[in-house]
Structures are given as C-alpha cells and as structure tokens.
C-alpha cells in the first residue's frame, strides 16, 4: 500500500472515530452514575438504569414519543396520499388550471418558510387548535417536494399501461393504486423517509404552537427537558432523555442506512 | 371508455384537497403576513396600523444587523469547510476502498438524528473545563478553547458543529458528481501526463460546479434558519454573538409579543433568503462544459 | 315532552352551576402540596363553586404558557402565581377582573396588608387587578461556620464584602485552581434574573426604588451605577466563578455567601453534603449608605380572569386562600411569606417562627420589601438589562456607566416605539 492511500486511511478512520465515539459516550454517561459526568472514558464500573429511570419519573416521555410517532405517521401517510393523486394528476391527466398548479407548487418551494410562520401561528390559535394533534399535523399534510418527486416518477410510465387499464373501465383512482404506486415504490420510500424524518426532527413549530406537556413532541420535550431546570443540571440524566430521542432514528438508520442516504440525496438533486 | 371530461374531472378531484390546503396555510398566511408588516400586534389587543414603521424600526434596529451579521459570519465560516472536508472524503472515498460502505453510513449519521440532540450532545463536548474536544486538543498541546464562553469563538464553535451534522449529506452529494464524470476523460488525460493534482484541479473540480452550487444553497439556507442551535447551545449569547435571525424573530413574538414586528423579520428574512439564492445560483450556475 | 324540557334544562342548570372553577398554582412540590390543601378544603364546603387544581402547564416561563393560554382562551378562572411585574399586560389586554369592585375589597386588604404596602400593587389606572399573595425577600444568606473559620465579619456595605470576598476566594485543594469563592451571581441573560441579582441590590441602595418612574427609566444615576459597578467588581476580581455551572455552590461549601428568597432554604438543607449553618441578613448597601436596606420581594399575587363565569365564587375562594389560616400554612409548608402586617407580633404565627427560626429575618425584611415595576414591556427592559450586564459585569467589556445609560436609553426607545 503506497503512503498516500495508508494517509487517506488514516484520515477516514480518525474521521469515522470522530462521528462514533461522541455517540458512544452520550450512551456511556447516560448508562453511569451521575457523578460520573467529567469522564470522558467509555467504561465504568457502576453501570446503572437510573437515569432512564429519574426521566421517566419527572418528564411524560413515553407520551411525547407517542405523539411523535403518531404525528410523523400521520404526516407521511397524508403527504404520500396527496402527493401521489396531485403528481399524477399532473403527469398524466389533463384539466384546467393544471399549469397553474404546477407553478403554484414550484412558488410554494421557493419561498422561505420564516415568512409565514408567525401568521401561521396566529391562524392555528384562531381555529383553536393550539396544544392540539391538529396544530401539529393538519399543517403539514401536503408537500410540494413529493407532489415533484411522484410526477417525475409517473412521467415516465408509459401511457399504454393507462389505456389498457381504462379499456377495462378501471377508474382513475384503481389505476393510480394499482399500477402506478406499485411502479414507484422507490419515491414512495423516498418521500416516506423524507417526511417522518422531517417531521420526527421539528422542533421549532412545536414549540410555538404546543405548550402543554401533553401534547409536546419528542424533540420538543427533551430541550425543554435539558434547557429548563427539570433535569436540574444533572447532566447523566440529560444525555438520558438525549439517548431516548436519538435511538429510534439510530435503530432505524442501521436497518434502513440505504434507503436514507438515496432520499436525502435525490431531495437535494431536486431541490 | 374514459371520457375526456370524466378523466380532466377526476384531475380536477385530485387536486382540490392540495389547492384547498394551499390557500389555507400557505396562500392566507403569506397575506396576512404583508397585513402584519404594517401593524402592532400584541396578540391579545387588536392590530394597530403603522405604516411602514416596523420597516424604519428595522432600519435601525441593530440588534436585527447584529444578529444578520452573526449569520453572515457562521456562513463564512462553515461553507468554505464545508466544502472542503466534504470534498477531501468524497474524492477519498470515491477510489475503491475496503469499507467505502462503513465510512459513508458512518458519515451519514448524524445527518439523520435531529439538530436539538446533536446541539445537546455537542454543548457537553465544547465544555471548556471537562468536554471532550479540549481533552483532545489537550492531548497534542493546544490549551483548553474557551468555545461557548467566547464571543468571537461561540459563532465559530457553531459553525463547526453544523459541518459535522451535515458532512455526510455533502459527502454523497459530491461523490454523485464526482462518480458522473466519465472515466475515459481520466484516461485521456492521464495520457497527456496530468498528476492526481491537475486531474483534480482541471477536471473534477469545474465539472464539479453544479453539485458545488448544491451545496453552497443547501448550506445557506441551514445558516439562515439557525434557530435550535443557538436557543440550546448558547441562548443567543455570549455577547448576542449567536443570535441568529431567526432565534431574534422568536424572541420578538414570543417573548415581548411584537407580532407585527416579528411578521416583519420574517419577511426580510425571505426576501433577504431569496437574494441570495438567486445571486449564488446566477454566480455559479455557468455553463456546463459536457 | 315537557319532562325532556325540564331535564335539559336541570341539565344545564347543573352543568353551568356545577362546572368547576379552575385554579392554577405554582409547580414547585411545596406550592402544589399546599394548594391540594386549602382545594380541598374549599371543595368540601362549597359543593356547588368547586375548585379544580391544576399546576401551570409546563413552558419557559410560567408568563409566557399563561399568555398562550389567554390567546387560546384556554386560560384559567384563578391564579395565583402572578408577577405583578408583569400584570400591566394582561390590564391593558383587559383580561383580569377589577378586584376592589367587589365584596369587602377595602376591609379586607386594610386588615391584611395595609395600605401603606397595597399601593405598591396599585395598577396604573388606579384600580386593583391583583391581591398581593406572598414575598420571598431576596437576602444575603451566609455560611457562618465558613466565615467564623476565617475570622469574617458579615458583610452589611460593599466594603465589608470585599474584605469577605478576599478571604472567602481561595484555593482549598491546593490544585493550583481556585474552587471557592464569594459569591455566585448568575451570569443568564434571561429577563427575569436580574430580578434577583440586580434589582435586588440596586433597591437596597436606594430605599426601595424601582427601575421605572411612569414610563420613564428611573434608574440612570449613581446608585445603578454602583450596583453594575459592584458586580463588575466581583467578576473582575474573581471572586464570582465565571463557569455557569452555578447548581447548588452554596450547598456544597463552593462559595461563601448566596443570593436568595426563602424558598431556597429547605433546598440547602436537602443537598448540603457535609452540614453547616448558616445565617441570613439584608443585602450589602454602598458604602456610605444610610437607612435599611430594602430589596426585592419575588412577590406573587392572586389575580381573577374576566372570563369566569363565577367572578363573586372566585373572589370568595381568593379571600379564602388568604385567610389567616391559610397564610399560616402557607408558612409552614412552603416556608415563604404571606404578605401580611404584623406577621412577628401576632401571637397567632408565633409557633410557626418559633418551628422555623431561619425564617424570622425574612418576615422583619417584609416592611422593606418592594415588589417592582409594573410594565407592558418589563421583560424587554430586563432582557436588555441583562445583556448590558453580560456585557459590563460578567466580561467587564464596557464599563458600569455606559451599562445603565444603554439600558436607560433602551427603555426610552422602548416605549416611544411601543
């Protein structure tokens, strides 16, 4: 092996060791007594469930990480739904105001979304869905990025499957489920890890809408866990509640690496 | 047999709910925020027209500068790295190299996991006295970096984390460019005796230019919405030094309940975004050169 | 068909009558403790104005989750954890009910409180949104085996407690870092820490007043400037720890002397690892200062939302929970101060100061308690006031003065653009 490709070895391995030791000690400290938190080492003698156990006591997470599964899930369902019967309807179907549409859903991407958060806010209050799933979710139903990554799928499904289907008097909907959707299983997955992901991560809209500590999000309730004084500084227990919001996505990761890494990478050649 | 119009009806049903929710929650907020920027709005009281006060109040508004100034300089600090540590390991890995697989999963992953855990994660790593990049700095000589305590380090401490979260996505976008350039244009010139470095320099990098401009709008846009790192890490400290527009935009609302004018920050904000966006794509979007 | 009119109408009869009040309380364990209490007991006389507890949901401040809730009209009847810094607000939204419309008002209040005291809770517009509830006077606790140790005087001005300072900051293990000091201010920006850090000091220079005078800063003059100065000091010197890992110093013997109400103390004595004791007196004064040192009294109050159906039942329910004997628990469980004339002579308290000695000083400081500015825009000033101070205490970047003419001259700006 010449230097240069040991160097680039080196170089990978010191990188990789820098993205998984961090990891591993968060899961050290948060396994080890709290007096333990200056060690900057993997192993302990006193390994302990403590601090899972004192977050379970003083904060509702379990019911926070239900709300995020439910809300996440409940995005992804809709946008995948509404996307799919929007692309298509823009790929192969003609009707009026279509290239409008088309142009709304472009504008839609490129405007920040800084500009309407506040009045978003204020719109939620009004319908009294503040500290509700409604708040939550009812926002983020639709999503232009998967109405482009559907029609860019469905385009390129030949027409002839259509009119063999219709020959048959299938409707436009059996069409789309029957033999649309199946062919575009990778957009599907694309779009579907997109969106839980994005979801299961927001923090910022939460935190605006949502005050009660019932109806707060995963994410939401361990910073307010570690920012407020609840963890009381106790640092074992705040990479506990840490642990606890990372492990799904790890777990998930680790099944799925490949899948992840194509969505995020085609969000961006895209966008 | 489908008729013309039952097919356009269908379309029409298709889209109805997308258009329904579009004017709702985006349409009717995007005009109402234009009604905010000429209103005081305290949330409880009613709106009181203004004009364009909120305007000249943001003229002079230097905490507002203060904290577009921070962003400014969190962008220069994380996308020229950015870049360059993204596009050392992708050309790295994009020779055949046992464990390839490994290093792009490993990379990828904090990509995934959620800003408010890595910031959590990585206040206790820049820990001055105990955190474990000083412990390793410590161990080749460097003395303990006072990161989240220092207002000219605190930005920069940032901006260092949000490189590390997203490397791995910058990784595989370059290795995508990298891995489309075709191989007989290596060869041919290899044979004209161009070095790793010419090859680099004169070939990879101008067919780069596209997933470059990718890159350098995906980091602009994370550095304009900067909002869970400092809000955890530093609460906009020290000194304002991390205060970022967005975190100031909360504040406003939130904490001394001026709607309208938050209404307004937000709007620069997007117009500000915009701009920028459209330079950098103007700038770097030239021609392709196959 | 009229036997269905008739039960609808019971129905609603009911449901209007019987629905509860909704009260909200503090969440600290002692306050929800205390509140189950009294709830109960109110709950078990009144059957048809029963009283539902509910601690504040949970949020970054208690100010902001309450406003949230107002927006949302999810608010509650009562409440009794209001800043009266902040009532202003929620005046100007005309959400809380008038209090001294109602029943037996002006008796009331004079046989508790006094008039001397109430004014301080009087709402710009010369009327009562609040009734003053309880004060944590904000004091000087010291450790007082650590200072009989070193031979140190208890500071009472700012000489003293340099001379404290400087025999107090040491280091103890000999590891070449310094790992005790004085004293250890808080150095958060946020708006409400300066309540306890700054305010406090800057009262006990000046006989009691406040930041504000009728929409103005009042406070651009030398006694601010010696407060800032003060603190600035300390950094400076190094007799404050910079770090920002500030949890119970006091408790574990890192510094000498601390900042806090009476709600602090219980929690010393439960995290003290090795035991001491210690004392509590007035916050230092300038030297050269005459008269007592006032400070700042954490106050919270109970306030009435104009939206309840029962304005009459809530109001009964406010007397109720500041009743004598209800003021007396209140002593006994949360160990803070009702505030109430004539707490040390009263026979009626003597056992509850006689079980709680260390409470004594903050009841005698209760004549010399202020409870602050009531503004809109309280927690824009202090927020402003606590960059000022991160910038000229904690970094020592800019000196004292230009601290308090930026945040005089913010205020200013404050309410001419506001």
């Not at chain 1, 040991?6 to 709290?34: C, D, E, K, N, T």
């Not at chain 1, 996307?83 to 009707?95: C, N």
Request: with cysteine.
């Amino acid at each position: 092996m010449s230097v240069r490709r040991l160097l680039v070895y080196v170089m990978l391995i010191a990188g990789a060791v820098s993205f998984i030791y961090p990891f591993l000690w968060m899961g050290s400290i948060s396994l080890r007594p709290i007096s333990e938190f200056h060690d900057l080492g993997l192993f302990s003698e006193n390994y302990t469930l403590a601090n899972y156990q004192a977050v379970f006591d003083r904060i509702p997470i379990g019911r926070a990480f239900i709300n995020s599964c439910f809300i996440a899930g409940t995005v992804t369902c809709s946008v995948i739904f509404f996307s799919s019967l929007v692309g298509y309807s823009l790929a192969k179907l003609q009707f009026k105001g279509q290239g409008a549409i088309m142009a709304i859903v472009m504008i839609s991407m490129m405007i920040p979304g800084q500009l309407t958060l506040i009045p978003l806010y204020q719109l939620i209050v009004y319908l009294g869905w503040a500290d509700s799933y409604l708040g939550l979710i009812v926002p983020s139903l639709m999503s232009g990025l998967g109405i482009l990554i559907f029609r860019q799928t469905f385009i390129t499904i030949p027409y002839e499957l259509m009119e063999a289907a219709r020959m048959e008097g299938a409707s436009e909907f059996q069409i789309l489920r029957k033999i649309f959707l199946p062919l575009a299983k990778p957009a599907i997955v694309t779009i579907g890890i997109l969106t839980f992901m994005g979801s299961w991560n927001e923090v910022l809209w939460p935190m605006i809408v949502v005050h009660e500590k019932a109806m707060m999000t995963l994410p939401q309730m361990v910073v307010l866990f570690t920012k407020g004084g609840e963890s009381g500084g106790q640092f074992g227990i705040e990479m506990a509640a840490n642990m606890m919001l990372v492990l799904p996505i790890i777990i998930s990761y680790s099944f799925f690496q490949k899948y992840f890494v194509e969505a995020l990478a085609s969000s961006g050649i895209k966008g | 047999m489908q008729s013309e119009q039952s097919k356009s009806k269908t379309g029409i049903l298709f889209t109805s709910p997308y258009v329904i929710h579009l004017l709702v929650f985006f349409l009717y907020p995007v005009g109402f925020s234009l009604y905010l920027v000429v209103h005081r709005w305290d949330l409880i009281t009613d709106p009181k027209y203004v004009g364009l006060r909120n305007f000249k109040y943001l003229m002079s508004d230097h905490l507002f500068w203060q904290a577009l100034a921070n962003t400014l300089y969190f962008l220069a600090i994380h996308i020229p790295l950015q870049i360059i540590v993204a596009l050392a390991l992708a050309v790295a890995l994009a020779k055949p190299l046992k464990g390839r697989v490994f290093f792009r999963a490993t990379f990828f992953l904090p990509v995934v996991i959620s800003g408010a855990a890595v910031t959590i994660l990585w206040q206790r790593l820049y820990s001055t006295e105990d955190g474990l990049i000083n412990y390793v700095l410590s161990l080749v000589g460097i003395d303990a970096v006072p990161w989240l305590t220092d207002p000219g380090i605190a930005m920069p401490a940032i901006a260092i984390m949000a490189t590390w979260k997203n490397l791995g996505l910058y990784i595989v976008f370059f290795l995508a460019g990298i891995l489309a350039i075709p191989q007989p244009v290596y060869e041919a010139a290899k044979m004209e005796g161009a070095s790793s470095w010419d090859e680099f320099r004169y070939i990879t990098l101008p067919l780069l230019k596209p997933t470059m401009l990718l890159v350098v709008v995906m980091s602009t846009l994370g550095g304009f919405n900067l909002f869970i790192e400092p809000y955890v890490m530093t609460g906009g400290g020290p000194l304002g030094s991390t205060m970022s527009v967005v975190l100031y935009m909360y504040k406003q609302a939130f904490s001394f309940q001026h709607m309208g004018y938050a209404a307004t920050l937000g709007f620069a904000l997007a117009l500000i975004i915009m701009v920028c966006v459209f330079t950098q794509k103007k700038y770097l979007d030239s021609e392709r050169y196959y | 068909m009229r036997i269905i009119l008739l039960a609808i109408l019971l129905l609603y009869a009911e449901i209007s009558v019987g629905a509860p009040l909704i009260y909200w309380c503090a969440t600290n364990p002692e306050e929800i403790e205390l509140a189950k209490r009294l709830v109960k007991e109110w709950n078990h006389s009144h059957s048809d104005t029963t009283i539902k507890l509910q601690p504040v949901p949970a949020g970054a401040s208690s100010e902001e989750v309450l406003l949230a809730a107002i927006v949302a009209k999810t608010n509650p009847d009562i409440y009794s954890n209001m800043l009266p810094a902040m009532l202003n607000k929620f005046v100007k939204a005309d959400s809380l009910l008038r209090l001294d419309g109602l029943k037996n008002f002006a008796n009331e209040t004079e046989a508790r409180i006094g008039t001397t005291i109430l004014i301080d809770y009087r709402s710009p517009d010369g009327h009562y949104h609040q009734l003053p509830w309880k004060l944590n006077p904000v004091m000087l606790v010291y450790n007082i085996d650590l200072f009989q140790q070193l031979k140190i005087k208890p500071p009472r001005t700012y000489d003293e407690f340099w001379t404290a300072a400087k025999k107090l900051t040491a280091d103890t293990d000999g590891n070449g870092r310094i790992d005790r000091w004085a004293m250890s201010p808080s150095t958060t920006v946020l708006w409400w820490q300066r309540l306890y850090d700054f305010l406090p000091f800057y009262m006990a220079a000046t006989n009691g007043r406040s930041l504000l005078n009728q929409g103005q800063a009042a406070f651009n003059n030398v006694s601010a400037i010696a407060v800032m100065d003060f603190f600035q000091k300390g950094f400076a010197r190094g007799y404050f720890p910079k770090s920002g890992m500030v949890s119970n110093l006091f408790a574990q013997q890192k510094v000498g002397m601390t900042i806090v109400g009476p709600w602090a103390l219980k929690m010393f004595e439960r995290s003290m690892p090795k035991k001491f004791n210690f004392k509590t007196i007035p916050i230092p004064v300038p030297d050269g200062h005459t008269g007592p040192a006032y400070t700042y009294g954490d106050p919270k109050s109970f306030v009435v939302f104009k939206n309840t159906q029962h304005p009459e039942a809530a109001w009964e329910f406010v007397k109720f929970m500041t009743s004598k004997k209800a003021d007396k628990l209140l002593l006994d469980i949360t160990g803070q101060i009702p505030v109430r004339k004539g707490l040390l002579t009263d026979v009626y308290y003597k056992e509850v100061f006689v079980r709680r000695k260390d409470l004594v000083p903050f009841a005698s400081q209760v004549p010399f308690t202020k409870p602050g500015d009531n503004s809109e825009h309280i927690v824009e000033i202090l927020d402003f006031l606590g960059q000022q101070y991160e910038a000229a205490a904690v970094y020592g970047t800019i000196p004292a003065k230009k601290a308090i003419e930026n945040a005089a001259n913010h205020v200013e700006h404050i309410y001419r653009n506001w």
